[in-house]
């Protein structure tokens, strides 16, 4: 990484500065050099600058945020990395969230719990080094040594005298000076923003209700369009009808529009109107045809089958440690289980919607909630054979992500109606499109084994996956005859210490669109992976936690995770009876997280959740209070996927509509949660929003086990009718 | 189309629609006011959430021609009362949004909740919060800034806000 000056004729157009102004951002023509912090992904896309502070003459100071607000809270700790090292109080700065300009690079996403970790140290150095900066110019000026000098609160201070200058007043002299490669960064003792539960500047607007989201884009006479596209995935459009939509009041048009998607692609009806609600009455009037191409037999009831039957393949090999299949033959105490797990909706409060401009001189504007702004602004010039250059992407918050807003069909799509419109368009899906269209998160079933030696220690395991991949349905030349990775994450990754070990993957086709969601197959495959885990401490009758303890008697981040999951929620303090509780704990690519779960009985078939302790470990902690935000809204978004109905398809479509039959926990159905962070050091920094998740199902099925005596192996599963 | 009268927020404004039109898309596109937010479209989420005359509703529900020309329409702009404020300054001390999508209904619940109970019990909270969902899951926080609103309302720290109606 190196720091550099940025000159105005070299920066966006998206900002205009008054008069001089000190611009200073990251040339990565080094990038890799950036990536003190380990696992990072950093696509090698080469960019220019990116200028990330701009102080004006005037006093004005701009942070640029390069992560998408999502509810994850990048808005505050992104920037407060720069701000920490600039002395900056996070009232003295306003923030703009970039859109994918080339010269921010090709990180501007949100997603796989990066954000903090691959900025934590950058973002620094560029605050400490224009903190460096302002410093020499104000001993400069003064004729005083620099250490005579010091920063804080947005202002240079020369310490003997009590003299000072803001930064606004610096500008000139900085803009001349050579830039530090090397600066001091600050010492943790020394924070007043990192690792403290600062407010999040967001939030001010959020309760006002003018927090600027995508649906909230509003341009002088734009049209308003809602899709009618085939529930059937795999259908084509055979003719429609649009007559009685012509004669809605307000409708302007109907048109045939495609939406791609991986290796999808599908043609739906657009009703374009001079409001909404004509768009949605017009959409409700067409008389439309689909060839369903046989598509319509698929069911769940089928698929299910098909992946039992699959179960059957000895499939390719994920990891092989020792000699799993001696050991566990030779063994007597052995035990067998399959796990299912269903597809499920992001359903993100803020349904897919873009608005989107294609003027007559071919220029393109897009206004929408994305995670991606980086591929937003790779892929759509790219789509559409227009210039980068033509097009500007305005990212807003977020009503939501959890992965959905990975992906750009519904940015297509709208784009697809602006170049023939050539006027600006707003498309928003209705909950019934959010909920039915996917992209879904996959299911996978797992056939496992186990073997426990006399002295019951787990001598033998393996975890097989059967699952649809997201890789094949993304990529067309994706090779199906080899290991999926991203779909047996984790599953050779925990630190257990088992002498004989061998994990497969089979492979299972399918045409339903599918995507990442938060904590992706984490969040399906710990549950199989540690509810069987909890079984064999049963079938070796030892406690669920000290069985674990017992595989991990090295040092690890998962030891002290569970340790300290031990203590906070007193494990070895009896319960009363009638309760139970579980533990469970997932270590993968956006880190790691740990929960131990308390059920009450209430029946011999039903439970009620009471507590959830929640450990989450993460090395260092930018902003204490988001990461308890997020764990809690994992937990929940995890209570959700075990116990609520998740998507079902029949006759080729999701069973599932809006809210009513795809529920998702409601504020009386939750648990108290207690969350706790480990934040000791360490080389690495772990992810935040993510890793709260995966442990919640496994944690309660284990729970439920202990409280009631019934094994759960099937997500979702009904927690007022076990079975 | 048909021509309306509507008060919101106090302010009086003329609109054309058809008269099927839900409040929704009246309050957002018609006059402009953008916190009132759509999630559902069936009444099952409550990110729409207005008060009619004092009694929260789900806009996405409420055609226009429901509506009087002297019905007092409020919405998250529009608040500005003692229980409405302390509510979004408890919401701001509390740390409760994170994609603050949903938050606008949960808000103008919360104070609907405050002003027919000022001392609600979890239970309270948990009947007549439960029309609305966030999928961020910022329910603990908000049953906890309720009480705390609930505290501050009682302790009358917000005396010194004066209500504008």
Known sequence: ?723 | MKKYTLTINNHKIQVEAEPDTPMLWVIRDYAGLKGTKFGCGMGLCGACTIHLNGQAVRSCQTPISSVQATSKITTIEGIASSVDHVVQQVWIEEQVPQCGYCQSGQIMSAVALLKANPNPSDEDIDSYMAGNICRCGTYVRIRKAIHTAAQELKSGKNKTVKSTR
């Open chain 1, 1 to 723: 990484m190196s720091i550099t000056q940025v000159h105005r004729r070299d920066f966006l157009r998206s900002i205009s500065l008054s008069g001089t102004a000190f611009i200073l951002g990251i040339s990565s023509s080094k990038a890799s050099e950036a990536t003190e912090i380990t696992n990072l992904s950093m696509p090698a896309e080469r960019y220019n600058l990116s200028p990330y502070i701009v102080i004006e003459k005037s006093g004005k100071i701009t942070l640029f945020n390069s992560k998408p607000e999502i509810g994850q809270g990048t808005y505050q700790s992104i920037t407060a990395l720069i701000a920490e090292e600039l002395e900056l109080s996070p009232d003295q700065y306003t923030i703009q969230q970039t859109g994918g300009e080339k010269q921010f690079g090709a990180a501007q996403f949100a997603g796989g719990s990066f954000s903090v970790r691959s900025s934590y140290f950058e973002m620094r150095k560029v605050g400490a080094s224009a903190r460096e900066m302002l410093l020499t110019a104000a001993s400069k000026q003064w004729q005083v040594p620099v250490s005579d000098c010091f920063a804080a609160k947005g202002k240079i201070i020369h310490k003997p005298t009590g003299n000072s200058f803001t930064y606004g007043e610096l500008v000139e002299k900085a803009s001349t000076l050579e830039v530090p490669q090397n600066p001091t960064l600050k010492e943790a003792k020394d924070f007043k923003l990192l690792g403290k539960s600062i407010k999040r500047q967001d939030i001010p607007l959020k309760v006002a209700g003018k927090a600027v989201f995508g649906i909230d884009a509003h341009l002088p006479n734009m049209v308003y369009a809602s899709i009618a596209h085939c529930p059937v995935f795999g259908a084509t459009l055979k003719e429609v009808d649009k007559t009685e939509t012509l004669k809605v009041a307000g409708v302007e048009q109907v048109m045939e529009v495609e939406r791609v998607f991986g290796v999808y692609k599908s043609t739906g009806v657009a009703v374009i109107a001079t409001n909404y609600w004509a768009a949605l009455k017009g959409r409700k009037a067409l008389k439309i045809n689909w060839d369903y191409q046989h598509k319509d037999s698929f069911n769940s009831h089928e698929y299910t089958k098909t992946l039992h039957e699959l179960a059957k393949n000895e499939g390719v090999q994920d990891a092989s440690i020792g000699n799993f299949d001696e050991a566990y033959n030779s063994t007597s105490n052995k035990l067998e289980a399959f796990y299912e797990t269903p597809f499920v909706s992001h359903s993100p409060m803020e349904a897919m919607n873009c608005t989107a401009h294609w003027t007559e001189n071919n220029r393109l504007e897009i206004w929408t909630s994305t995670q991606v702004p980086s591929d937003v602004m790779r892929d759509i010039p790219i789509h559409f054979g227009l210039k980068t250059e033509d097009v500007t992407l305005h990212t807003a918050f977020s009503g939501g992500g959890f992965g959905r807003r990975l992906a750009i069909d519904f940015i297509i799509e709208a784009v697809n109606l602006t170049k023939v419109l050539k006027k600006p368009v707003k498309m928003i899906w209705t909950r019934e499109d959010d909920t039915q269209l996917g992209p879904f998160r996959p299911p996978t079933f797992s056939a496992l084994k186990g073997a426990i030696s006399a002295e019951g220690k787990l001598v033998a395991f393996q975890h097989k996956v059967i699952s649809p991949t997201i890789m094949a349905f993304l990529n067309p030349k994706n090779d199906k005859t080899q290991l999926d990775a991203t779909m047996t994450e984790g599953i050779s990754h925990q630190q257990y210490e088992i002498p004989n070990l061998k994990n497969l993957f089979v492979y299972a086709d399918i045409h339903i669109p599918m995507f990442w969601w938060r904590s992706v197959t984490s969040s399906t495959l710990a549950f199989s992976h540690e509810c069987f885990i909890d079984e064999l401490a049963h079938a070796a009758g030892k406690d669920p936690m000290a069985f674990r303890l017992a595989m991990l008697t090295k040092d690890s981040d998962t030891k002290r995770l569970l340790h300290k999951l031990k203590e906070v929620s007193k494990w070895d303090s009896p319960l009363p009876k009638g309760k139970g509780r579980g533990v469970a704990q997932w270590e993968f690519f956006a880190g790691l997280g740990g929960h131990v779960v308390e059920v009450t009985k209430l029946s011999t078939n039903s439970v009620k959740i009471d507590k959830v302790y929640a450990v989450i470990d993460l090395g260092t902690v930018v902003n204490p209070d988001t990461v308890k935000a997020q764990v809690e809204g994992a937990v929940i978004m995890g209570i959700t996927a075990a116990i609520k109905n998740g998507i079902t398809f029949a006759e080729g479509k999701a069973e599932q509509s809006n809210f009513h039959d795809n529920p998702v926990l409601r504020i009386n159905e939750v648990p108290q949660i207690e969350v706790h962070i480990l934040a000791e050091g360490g080389k690495t920094i772990k992810g935040v929003g993510e890793p709260g998740l995966p442990p919640v199902a496994p944690a309660l099925a284990n729970a439920i086990f202990s409280a009631t005596g019934i094994r759960v192996r099937k997500m979702p599963f009904d927690i007022d009718k076990l079975v």
